[in-house]
């Protein structure tokens, strides 16, 4: 069992939720790789594959949806876990419910994929990552600047996907 775990990434937090990931599942005894989309030589070789993107303005980032697409054209009997890393801010708040929701690729890369499932979690942003009139607008994201992960979560849906991997190898 070779499982490839990939996320695209602007700031690095959703590629850290990526190697989270892989850590789960790979305790548990499976041989996990882990790359960015963009550099994903090969698929062959890949019994399953996780795949995640941040989400900026609503959008998945290009490279996470072009993966989907090749994984849809070259492996499609792949079983396939989708996250999306998004929604900051207090998760109760008015923002954060409103990022909640699907990017607007989800459907394609969903059809693409013919994915097992897909997740939102929580993301984080940092004053730093904002640039230019995000910064001259910074009213705009206060109450959202922080890290919102919650790796009790992520972790629990890697083990679940380790526990269906497993279920995949015994059948
Ligand atoms: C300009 C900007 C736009 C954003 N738009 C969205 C959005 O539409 N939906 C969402 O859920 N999160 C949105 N976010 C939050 C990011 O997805 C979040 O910060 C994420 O964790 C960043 O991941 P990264 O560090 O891997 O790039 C936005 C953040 C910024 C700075």
Do not use: C, K
């Not at 072009?66 to 708040?93: H, N, T």
């Not at 979560?153 to 995949?168: F, P, V």
């Amino acid at each position: 069992m070779n499982v490839l775990v990939s996320a695209a990434s602007e700031h690095g937090s959703t590629a850290e939720i990526a190697r989270v990931v892989a850590e789960v599942v790979a305790d548990r005894g499976v041989q996990v790789d882990v790359a960015a989309p963009g550099d994903v030589a090969t698929l062959d070789g890949y019994d399953a594959v996780v795949l995640g993107s941040a989400v900026y303005m609503g959008h998945w980032l290009p490279a996470a949806a072009r993966l989907a697409e090749r994984i849809g054209a070259e492996r499609p009997e792949l079983p396939v876990w989708l996250f999306s890393s998004g929604p900051v801010g207090d998760p109760a708040g008015r923002f954060a419910r409103q990022m909640r929701v699907d990017a607007a690729e989800l459907p394609a890369v969903q059809a693409a994929t013919r994915a097992r499932a897909h997740r939102i979690f929580a993301g984080r942003l940092d004053r730093g990552d904002l640039h230019g009139l995000q910064r001259t607008a910074t009213w705009l994201f206060r109450g959202m600047v922080g890290d919102f992960r919650d790796w009790p979560a992520i972790r629990e849906w890697a083990g679940s996907i380790a526990d269906q991997l497993a279920g995949t190898q015994a059948a």
